[in-house]
C-alpha cells in the first residue's frame, strides 16, 4: 500500500493556474502508475490524467488536453498536476491516486488513494 496526499489546490481566477502535487510514501513509488481524478458537486468522479511508472506514457481526458499536464519526479516520490487556463468546470475535488498497472482511465484500475484537495475557479 501507498500513501498519498495532495497539495497545492486553492481559489484561482477564470483563466488562472495551479499546480497540484501528489506526495507518495509507503511503498516504492517508482512501481506505481500514477492518476489523477476529479469530482464536482452533484457529479460522478471522472479520470483528468495518468502517467506510468517511468513517466514516459500519459493520457488525458479531452476536457483537459492541451491544458494540463501530469508530471512525476520519482526522486522526490511526487506526482504534479500543472493546471493552466482554468475553466469554471474544472471546480471539484481533485485526488490523485496508484496503480500497479499501466495508466487507465478507469478509477476501478487504482488501488490508492489521496483524500483530495479542493479546486476552486472564480469567474
Known amino acids: 500500500q501507498v500513501q498519498l496526499v495532495e497539495s497545492g489546490g486553492g481559489l484561482v481566477q477564470l483563466g488562472g493556474s495551479l499546480r497540484l502535487s501528489c506526495a507518495a510514501s509507503g511503498r516504492p513509488f517508482q512501481r506505481y502508475t500514477m492518476g489523477w481524478f476529479r469530482q464536482a458537486p452533484g457529479k460522478e468522479r471522472e479520470f483528468v490524467a495518468a502517467?506510468?511508472?517511468?513517466?514516459?506514457?500519459?493520457t488525458y481526458a479531452d476536457s483537459v488536453k492541451g491544458r494540463f499536464t501530469i508530471s512525476r519526479d520519482n526522486a522526490k516520490n511526487t506526482a504534479y498536476l500543472q493546471m493552466n487556463t482554468l475553466k469554471l468546470e474544472d471546480t471539484a475535488v481533485y485526488s490523485c491516486?496508484?496503480?500497479?498497472?499501466?495508466?487507465?482511465?478507469?478509477?476501478?484500475?487504482?488501488?490508492?488513494w489521496g483524500q483530495g484537495t479542493q479546486v476552486t475557479v472564480s469567474a
Open positions: 502517467i506510468s511508472w517511468r513517466g514516459g506514457s500519459t
Open positions: 491516486a496508484a496503480s500497479t498497472g499501466r495508466p487507465s482511465v478507469l478509477s476501478a484500475e487504482y488501488t490508492d
